[in-house]
C-alpha cells in the first residue's frame, strides 16, 4: 500500500529538479501568505464582494493586468533560464528535456497568457470610457471570460509541478505533439489549459464587438471613434475568425490523445498537415490580435503628447481594415519549408509582403502627427517613439523571410528568433508598457513616477536591442532555433555570452518597472483632475479612477476629439447645459462565473489525467451553473441620485 501511495506521488509530483523543489516552495509559502494575510486583515469578505464576483469592467480589466503581470514574470524567468543556457557553450544548467519544457511555456505563456490578457485589460478599462459608455454589452459574460481565462492560465502553470510541463514548443505540431511519440500529461495540459482560456477569449472578442456597435455615446459614429477603439473593434472581428479554428484544432488533438482518435496522424487517414494549417490559421492572425490593439494605443499617446489630432484618421482605420483581412491570407508562410507547390508558396509570400503597405502608412501617419507638434517627452511618449524604429526593423526583416526563395535559408534559424521578437517586443510589450503609462492615473488614481519610468524605459529598450539585434546575425551565421547547446570553435559563443547580458538587462528593466509601481503606490503623485495628460477622448473626462457608473450624464460627441472639445467650449465660456442627475441602472454582482470557471477547471483537471471520475462531475457542474443562471432575473440594482451626488461631490466635481 505505501509502495503504491509512493509510486503515485512520484509519478504524480515532479522531482528531480532542485528549481522545481524551489519552485514547490515558493508556491507553498505564497499561498500561505496569502491566506494568513487575508485572515489577519479579515479581507476574504472583501476579496469575495470586491474583486472575485465583480462585473464592474474597470475592477475586470484590472485583474487582467495583475494576471498578466504575473504570468510576465514567470514568462520572464523562463527566458533567462533559457539564455543562461545558451550563454556558453557546452553548459549543462539545463537538461535537453527541461529546455524543450521550458521553450515550450515560454513562448505559450507570453503569447496567451501574457500578451492577450493585457490587452484585453486595457480594452476593459478605456473602451467603454472611450465610447461613453457605462458598462460593457454583457457584463456576466465579461466576468466569466475573465475567469475563464484565469482559470485555463492556472491549470496551464499547473505542469511546472504536477505531472509535468509540455514540451512540443507554443505550435505543438502533430505528429510530436500526439500520445505516441508525447506520453504523459504535459500536452494534455496544454490543450486543455488553452482550450478554456481560449473560450474566455472568443467570448471577449463577441463581447467588445456588441459593445461599440451598440453602446456609443450619442452622436459617435464610426468615423468619430477613438483610435483605440477602432483597434478593439477590428481586432474582436478577428477573433471571431480566427478562435474557432483554434478551438477545433484543440478540439481534435485532444480527442487524438484521450480517445485514440486520428486527426492528426497518419494512421488511419489523419493530416499532420491539417493541425499547421488549422493552428496558423488561428495563429498569424493571432500576431494581429495583440499588435493592432496596440497600433490603437500609440495612435492616442502620440496624438496626446504631440497635442495634435492624429493625422489620417481615416487611412489608419483602412489601414487597419487591410491588415486584418490580409492576416487571414498569409498563414502558409509559416510552413513554406513544407513542401508546397511553387504557386502555393508564391500567393502567400505576396500576401505576406502586402502586409507592409498599410503597415508603413501608418507609421508614415505617426510620423506626419509628430510634424509641428507640441511633444512632450513623457514615459508612455518615449515607449511610442521607441516603438517605430524597432518595430520597423522587425517589419523589414519579416519582409526578407516572406521570400520563399529567401526563408529556405533564414527558417528556423536565429535570424526568425530576433524578427519575431522584435516585432512583438516592440509592438506588444512597449506598447503595453507605453499604455501602463498612460493609463495608470486612469485606472488607480495617482501616476506612475516619470524618473523612474524614464530609467526603466532606458535600461529595457537598450538591453532588448542588446539582446535581439546579435541574433539576426547569429542566425546568419547557421544557429539555428530550439538549440539545447552548441559546441565550442563555431564561432557563436561570444555573440550568445552578448544576447544573454541583454536579457537580463531587459528583466533589470521590468524589475525597475515593478518598483516604480510599489513606490508610485506609496507616495505617487494622486490625479486629482481625471485629466492628467491633458488628454483628447472621453476617458479623462471622468474622475480617476472612474466611479461604478463612469458617467453621470453620457456625453454627446460631435468630433473626433470630444473631450479636448469640451475643453475648447469650456475655455470660450460655452458652458453646456445642465442636466439633472438621474437613478443609474447597473448590473449586480455574481458568483457565477467565478464558480463556474472553478468547476470547468476541476474538468479539465480530469481530463489532464485522463479521471473521468472527476472530469464527468466537473463538467456537470458547470451544466448546472448555466441552469442557476438561467433562472436569475434580479441581475441589477439601481444607484440613487443621492449617492451619485455623494460620489461626484467626494471627487471634487459637484460643488
Known amino acids: 500500500m505505501i509502495e503504491s501511495i509512493k509510486e503515485f ?11 522545481i523543489y524551489g519552485a514547490d516552495v515558493s508556491i507553498a509559502l505564497a499561498s500561505i501568505a496569502i491566506v494568513v494575510v487575508l485572515t489577519y486583515f479579515k479581507k476574504w469578505k472583501w476579496l469575495w464582494n470586491e474583486w472575485l464576483t465583480t462585473v464592474d469592467h474597470k475592477k475586470i480589466g484590472i485583474m487582467y493586468i495583475i494576471a498578466a503581470l504575473l504570468m510576465l514574470f514567470r514568462g520572464g524567468v523562463d527566458a533567462l533560464m533559457m539564455r543562461t543556457q545558451l550563454a556558453l557553450p557546452g553548459m549543462n544548467f539545463l537538461s535537453a528535456d527541461h529546455y524543450n519544457q521550458v521553450f515550450t511555456t515560454h513562448g505559450t505563456i507570453m503569447i496567451i497568457f501574457v500578451a492577450m490578457p493585457f490587452i484585453f485589460g486595457l480594452m476593459n478599462i478605456a473602451v467603454p470610457l472611450q465610447i461613453g459608455a457605462r458598462d460593457v454589452a454583457y457584463p456576466f459574460l465579461n466576468a466569466l471570460s475573465f475567469w475563464l481565462f484565469f482559470f485555463g492560465a492556472m491549470l496551464f502553470n499547473l505542469s511546472f509541478v504536477i505531472g509535468g510541463s509540455p514540451d512540443a514548443g507554443w505550435s505543438s505540431y502533430a505528429p510530436y505533439a500526439g500520445s505516441e511519440l508525447n506520453p504523459g500529461v504535459g500536452q494534455n495540459y496544454y490543450l486543455i489549459g488553452v482550450q478554456i482560456s481560449g473560450i474566455g477569449s472568443l467570448a471577449t472578442g463577441i463581447n467588445f ?56 496522424t497518419i494512421a488511419s487517414g ?18 494581429y490580435i495583440v499588435l493592432l490593439p496596440v497600433f490603437g494605443i500609440f495612435s492616442e499617446v502620440i496624438a496626446t503628447f504631440a497635442h495634435k489630432t492624429l493625422f489620417g484618421y481615416a487611412v489608419m482605420v483602412w489601414s487597419m481594415v487591410a491588415i486584418s483581412i490580409l492576416s487571414f491570407l498569409t498563414w502558409l508562410h509559416h510552413f513554406f519549408t ?25 507609421i508614415f501617419n505617426w510620423l506626419f502627427t509628430l510634424n509641428k507638434g507640441r511633444i512632450q517627452f513623457t514615459t508612455p511618449m518615449l515607449w511610442a517613439l521607441a516603438f517605430i524604429p524597432n518595430f520597423t526593423i522587425g517589419g523589414v526583416t519579416g519582409v526578407m523571410l516572406a521570400m520563399a526563395p529567401a526563408d529556405y535559408q533564414y527558417h528556423n534559424s536565429y535570424f526568425l528568433v530576433a524578427h519575431f521578437h522584435s516585432t512583438l517586443i516592440a509592438g506588444t510589450v512597449f506598447g503595453i508598457f507605453c499604455a501602463l503609462h498612460y493609463w495608470w492615473p486612469k485606472i488607480f488614481g495617482y501616476l506612475l513616477d516619470e524618473k523612474k519610468g524614464k530609467w526603466s524605459f532606458w535600461v529595457f529598450m537598450i538591453s532588448f536591442n542588446i539582446c535581439f539585434m546579435p541574433m539576426y546575425f547569429l542566425g546568419l551565421m547557421g544557429m539555428t532555433r530550439r538549440m539545447y547547446t552548441y559546441p565550442w570553435g563555431l564561432g557563436w559563443a561570444p ?22 509601481i510599489v513606490s508610485s503606490a506609496i ?21 480617476s479612477p472612474a466611479p461604478e457608473y463612469n458617467f453621470v450624464h453620457i456625453p454627446t460627441v460631435s468630433t473626433r476629439d470630444p473631450f479636448e472639445a469640451m475643453k475648447e467650449d469650456k475655455r470660450a465660456g460655452r458652458a453646456p447645459k445642465q442636466r ?33 471520475w472527476m472530469a464527468i462531475p466537473g463538467t456537470i457542474a458547470v451544466i448546472i451553473c448555466m441552469i442557476v443562471r438561467s433562472f436569475v432575473y ?21 460643488s
Open 338 to 362: 513544407m513542401g508546397n507547390t511553387a504557386p502555393v508558396n508564391a500567393f502567400f509570400s505576396i500576401s505576406t509582403m502586402l502586409i507592409a503597405i498599410p503597415t508603413g502608412v501608418k
Open 580 to 612: 439633472p442627475i438621474r437613478p443609474i441602472h447597473m448590473p449586480n454582482n455574481t458568483g457565477i462565473p467565478f464558480i463556474m470557471s472553478a468547476f470547468m477547471f476541476v474538468a479539465g483537471f480530469g481530463l489532464v489525467f485522463e479521471w473521468y
Open 495 to 516: 555573440i550568445n555570452f552578448i544576447i544573454t547580458i541583454g536579457a537580463f538587462g531587459m528583466g533589470l528593466g521590468f524589475i525597475l518597472m515593478a518598483w516604480n
Open 209 to 264: 464587438l456588441v459593445t461599440i456597435l451598440k453602446m456609443r455615446a450619442p452622436g459617435m459614429t464610426l468615423f468619430k471613434m477613438p483610435m483605440f477603439t477602432w483597434s478593439i473593434l477590428i481586432t474582436s472581428v478577428i477573433i471571431m475568425f480566427a478562435f474557432p479554428a483554434f478551438t477545433v484544432a484543440l478540439a481534435l488533438m485532444t480527442i487524438d490523445r484521450l480517445f485514440g482518435a486520428h486527426f492528426f
Open 523 to 543: 507616495k505617487g503623485k494622486r490625479d486629482t483632475t481625471g485629466d492628467p495628460w491633458d488628454g483628447r477622448t472621453l476617458e479623462w473626462s471622468t474622475s
Open 9 to 19: 506521488l512520484g509519478w504524480f509530483f515532479v522531482t528531480g529538479d532542485p528549481m
Open 270 to 287: 489523419g493530416s499532420p498537415m491539417l493541425w499547421a494549417n488549422l493552428f496558423w490559421f488561428w495563429g498569424h492572425p493571432e500576431v
Open 634 to 654: 434580479n441581475d441589477h440594482h439601481i444607484i440613487p441620485v443621492d449617492e451619485i451626488e455623494r460620489t461626484e461631490r467626494a471627487a471634487g466635481r459637484l
